[in-house]
C-alpha cells in the first residue's frame, strides 16, 4: 500500500507561483506514472498533467505554465504552476501508478491540496 502526502497549496494573487508535493511512502513499490488532476467547485474533477511511458501530456489550459517532476531520491512527485490565473483556482490532487517486486500495479490518491487563486 502507498500512501501520498500532498503539501504546497495556498493563497496566491494572479500571476503568482506555487509549487505542490506529493510525497509517496510505503514499501516495495517504484513509480511508472504520475499525474495531477484538479477539481473547481461545482466542476468535475479534470486531468492537469499526466506522466507515463515516458510521455507527458498537459492540458491545453495549463501549457507553458506548469511542469511536472520527480525527485526518485524522495519519491516525491512535484507540480511547479506559474503565471497562476484565478480560473485555476481547484483542489489538486496528484495521482501516482505503482509497481511492486511482483509486477502488481495499483493506482493512489492523494488528499487533494487547495490552491487559490485571488487578489
Known amino acids: 500500500q502507498v500512501q501520498l502526502v500532498e503539501s504546497g497549496g495556498g493563497l496566491v494573487q494572479p500571476g503568482g507561483s506555487l509549487r505542490l508535493s506529493c510525497a509517496a511512502s510505503?514499501?516495495?513499490?517504484?513509480?511508472?506514472?504520475m499525474g495531477w488532476y484538479r477539481q473547481a467547485p461545482g466542476k468535475q474533477r479534470e486531468l492537469v498533467v499526466i506522466?507515463?511511458?515516458?510521455?507527458?501530456n498537459y492540458a491545453d489550459s495549463v501549457k507553458g505554465r506548469f511542469t511536472i517532476s520527480r525527485d526518485n531520491a524522495k519519491n516525491t512527485v512535484y507540480l511547479q504552476m506559474n503565471s497562476l490565473k484565478p480560473e485555476d483556482t481547484a483542489v489538486y490532487y496528484c495521482?501516482?501508478?505503482?509497481?511492486?517486486?511482483?509486477?502488481?500495479?495499483?493506482?493512489?490518491w492523494g488528499q487533494g491540496t487547495q490552491v487559490t487563486v485571488s487578489s
Open positions: 495521482n501516482l501508478g505503482t509497481m511492486d517486486s511482483r509486477g502488481r500495479s495499483s493506482w493512489s
Open positions: 510505503g514499501s516495495d513499490f517504484s513509480i511508472n506514472a
Open positions: 506522466t507515463s511511458s515516458g510521455s507527458t
